[in-house]
């Protein structure tokens, strides 16, 4: 089974620091992706990041970056100098023929 | 350039209605998956559509349908509604049936009471 779990439910930051986000998952599958995604409370799904599994360089965008340790199946995101409009739940995702996402971590940015 | 478009926004239904809802893929994307939400969750797959056949499908039952249309737009049906049923039903489109870059519209609200 694949699976994918998001360990901290809630986590907070203040404006202008960093904070980091953890996922594990679970596949028997060698090709995959691994995303991070975005749901303000417009609800709609925004991609925020993507990674594959094939690469070992860790993907970065703008503020974003992750930390992808493939033998520990750990697939963390790391936003650097937070804003406000970074509050949001964000939704780690394993990506093999579906995406399967985790339960979110729901990130809070205080002034 | 409109992106995908779900439609209604809200909807509310009894148990053991029928529902119906609405996807338009993002202009140039062939394929549309459908993605159920419930609260305090993350989204679970519930099938995908490409050249209008069903081509994936989650561990949903058979009173989850679907369908496909030649302009790619995509309907959701559920029958005989359940309470368990209500929840954030989103859709998302992809060029090819591949996850790599799917698009996700801001999703139906449905309440079944």
């Known amino acids: 089974a694949q699976t994918v779990t998001q360990s901290q439910p809630e986590m907070s930051v203040q404006e202008a620091e960093t904070v980091t986000l953890s996922c594990t998952y679970d596949t028997s599958e060698s090709d995959y992706y691994l995303f991070w995604y975005k749901q303000p409370p417009s609800r709609q799904m925004i991609l925020v990041i993507r990674q594959e599994a094939y690469k070992q360089q860790n993907a970065t965008e703008n503020r974003f970056s992750v930390n992808f340790q493939k033998a520990a199946k750990s697939f963390s995101l790391k936003i650097s100098d937070s804003q406000l409009g970074d509050a949001a739940m964000y939704f780690c995702a394993l990506g093999t023929d579906k995406l399967i996402f985790g339960t979110g971590t729901r990130l809070q940015v205080f002034p | 350039d409109a992106g995908v478009t779900q439609s209604p926004t809200h909807l509310i239904k009894t148990r053991g209605q029928q529902v119906t809802l609405r996807c338009s893929p993002k202009?140039?994307?062939?394929?549309v998956s459908w993605y159920q939400q419930a609260l305090g969750q993350g989204p679970q797959f519930i099938f995908q559509?490409?050249?209008?056949?069903?081509?994936q499908r989650g561990n949903f039952p058979d009173r989850f349908s679907g369908h496909q249309f030649p302009n790619y737009s995509s309907e959701l049906n559920v029958n005989a509604l359940l309470l368990g049923d209500s929840a954030l039903y989103l859709c998302a489109s992809s060029l090819g049936t591949g996850v790599y870059e799917q698009y996700f519209g801001p999703g139906t609200r449905l309440t079944v009471t």
């Open positions: 559509y490409y050249e209008e056949e069903e081509r």
């Open positions: 202009s140039g994307h062939d394929t």
